[in-house]
């Protein structure tokens, strides 16, 4: 149990256009969902926490207006990447939680900004 | 704030041989969580640590927490090329996780 996808998990966009990258809780209801961003080589550093029907809490040096979130409902989150630039390009990790001791990462999109 | 430190950032194991990875944190943390990530690929849990002196083994990985000293490590025993990935520590509340700067582990047969 416990499950987490990702779509898409490899996208390459022009530098300037939008990606929408989707988080679904598959077999439990999500209260919460994580976003991450991995650059090569390196941690996850926490990009954003987002609730079910409110505002996503954005982490400091993230831009909240670039970075859009969505959490219309309990099994699902997303991620747009608005005016993509190539130093945007990085692994992108969503994670969920639903008050159990660990979060629950998808497998992970791979965006490449051309 | 939360700050999580590995050690070493890179290990060469030979198969075979023991060694262990060191994860330090600032302040206290409620739990602390151990992960493995093969190359291009998202996170394995592997521990959850939730008290002071917690010791969980699963094969031939095994990870403890000591609170006090704000230290956890991740024993490896006998190493085989299975293991080589990257390990990460994690600390902090489950509603918000920080991360350690990863141990990319190479094992040599």
């Known amino acids: 149990g416990a499950v987490v996808s990702q779509h898409p998990s490899w996208v390459i966009c022009k530098s300037g256009t939008s990606v929408k990258i989707e988080c679904r809780s598959l077999d439990f209801q999500a209260t919460t969902m994580f976003w991450y961003r991995q650059f090569p080589k390196q941690s996850l550093m926490l990009m954003a926490t987002?609730?079910?029907?409110?505002?996503?809490?954005?982490e400091q040096g993230v831009e909240k207006d670039k970075f859009l979130i969505n959490h219309a409902s309990l099994t699902l989150s997303t991620l747009t990447v608005t005016s993509a630039h190539p130093e945007d390009s990085s692994f992108y990790i969503c994670?969920?939680?639903?008050?159990?001791?660990?979060?629950?990462f998808g497998p992970g999109t791979r965006l490449t900004v051309l | 704030e939360l700050k999580v430190e590995q050690n070493p950032l890179f290990l060469s194991m030979q198969e075979g041989k023991n060694y262990t990875i060191y994860c330090n944190y600032s302040?206290?943390?409620?739990?602390l969580y151990w992960y493995r990530q093969d190359p291009g690929k998202s996170l394995e849990s592997l521990f959850v640590l939730l008290s002071n002196g917690a010791v969980k083994q699963e094969g031939r990985l095994m990870a403890s927490l000591d609170t006090k000293a704000r230290l956890s490590t991740l024993h490896i025993t006998a190493a085989v090329h299975d293991l080589s990935a990257t390990y990460f520590c994690?600390?902090?509340?489950?509603?918000?996780?920080?991360f350690g700067t990863g141990t990319l582990l190479a094992v040599q047969p």
């Open positions: 302040t206290t943390s409620d739990r």
């Open positions: 994670s969920a939680y639903y008050g159990a001791d660990t979060q629950y």
């Open positions: 994690a600390g902090g509340a489950t509603n918000k996780l920080i």
């Open positions: 987002s609730n079910e029907g409110s505002k996503a809490t954005y």
